[in-house]
């Protein structure tokens, strides 16, 4: 007979919820619901083994420890990392001292990446644009020359653009863990620090394309994408395909009657919890390919739902998929 594991409390921000031990502060954020937006994170990703505490963007303030130690603790904590005790409580967006750090965090995040936004493809999902208009500042302080690299061709469909990475190593435990042939990740040290490939290699395996998916900014972009439409101006929909190689659930991306692109699914977080291949995300781009079963929902928050975003199912598509 197994035993009951015991929860324990924490309050973030006011909200008191009980969580397993081992919980960190960030999911237990993540847990209490529409009362609570949780802290950001750019580099942490549940699903990733050894993500997270690289880019302190999920500070917060520690104001009691516990139950048995209700003292503070002397310094922010990244939450992504750090586990909650029983009795802990936590301020998140109530805490002067955090959304201080996270401007701060956010000016440093930008201190190279370019002013891509008017062209970058990951405009309108891109996670850091969403935190610098959270949390930014109006201007920069940096007067310096910005750090620069060319843009290359790390495998047949994937362009990277290292001068948008904020080396949050995403796109590198995703190939470490999800393929068995890892072929890139990060050279040099320091300022001159970026993600490359090794020497004649190119990202090849048949799910490397999900490092597109994991990636915060606009630095891995989908070449068969590529400059082809706002995403605001299409129509995510849900879609499944008979696949031998992963679970055929996607969304397809549709511009009029026409497949512009197809990603993984992604939750409120988003974050990826089943991973596509190649085959799907790059091959299949015929509404013969897919049997599409509506909108997907996104937060009316987002600028992807703008422009009449749940609109019906085209009605040759079901005609197609009926055939």
């Excluded at 015991?6 to 529409?34: F, H, Q, S, Y």
């Excluded at 201080?100 to 850091?128: M, S, T, Y």
């Excluded at 397809?252 to 990826?272: L, P």
């Amino acid at each position: 007979m197994s035993e009951t594991v015991e929860k324990i409390k924490v309050t973030i921000d006011g909200n008191t919820i009980e969580v397993l031990p081992g919980t960190t502060i960030l999911n237990a954020a993540r847990m209490v619901g529409e009362n609570l937006v949780p802290p950001p994170a750019m580099c942490y990703y549940s699903s990733l083994n050894g993500s997270g505490g690289k880019c302190r963007t999920c500070l917060v303030e520690v104001s009691k420890g516990s139950e048995k130690d209700p003292r503070p603790m002397p310094k922010l904590v990244a939450s992504c990392s750090t586990q909650v005790m029983d009795g802990m409580e936590v301020k998140n967006n109530t805490s002067d001292k955090a959304l201080e750090a996270r401007k701060g965090v956010v000016e440093f995040l930008l201190l190279n990446h370019p002013l891509d936004c008017p062209i970058c493809d990951q405009a309108g999902e891109c996670h850091l644009q969403d935190l610098a208009f959270e949390h930014g500042l109006a201007h920069t302080r940096y007067e310096f020359k910005r750090r620069e690299f060319d843009k290359v061709d790390i495998g047949e469909y994937i362009k990277l653009h290292m001068t948008r990475c904020i080396l949050c190593y995403r796109c590198v435990y995703t190939a470490n863990q999800l393929t068995n042939q890892r072929e890139h990740g990060i050279l040099n040290r320091g300022d001159a620090a970026e993600i490359s490939t090794f020497i004649e290699k190119n990202l090849d395996n048949e799910f490397i394309g999900n490092v597109i998916d994991v990636c915060p900014v606009g630095a891995l972009t989908d070449k068969t994408f590529r400059f082809k439409s706002r995403v605001w101006f299409t129509n995510p929909m849900d879609a499944t395909c008979e696949c031998s190689k992963c679970s055929g659930e996607a969304v397809v991306w549709m511009v009029g009657n026409d497949i512009a692109r197809v990603t993984a699914r992604k939750d409120k977080f988003g974050e990826v919890k089943n991973f596509i291949c190649n085959d799907c995300r790059f091959n299949k781009k015929e509404l013969t390919d897919w049997n599409i079963t509506g909108p997907r929902h996104i937060s009316r928050d987002s600028v992807i739902s703008a422009n009449h975003y749940e609109a019906p199912i085209p009605s040759h598509t079901i005609l197609l998929n009926n055939a």
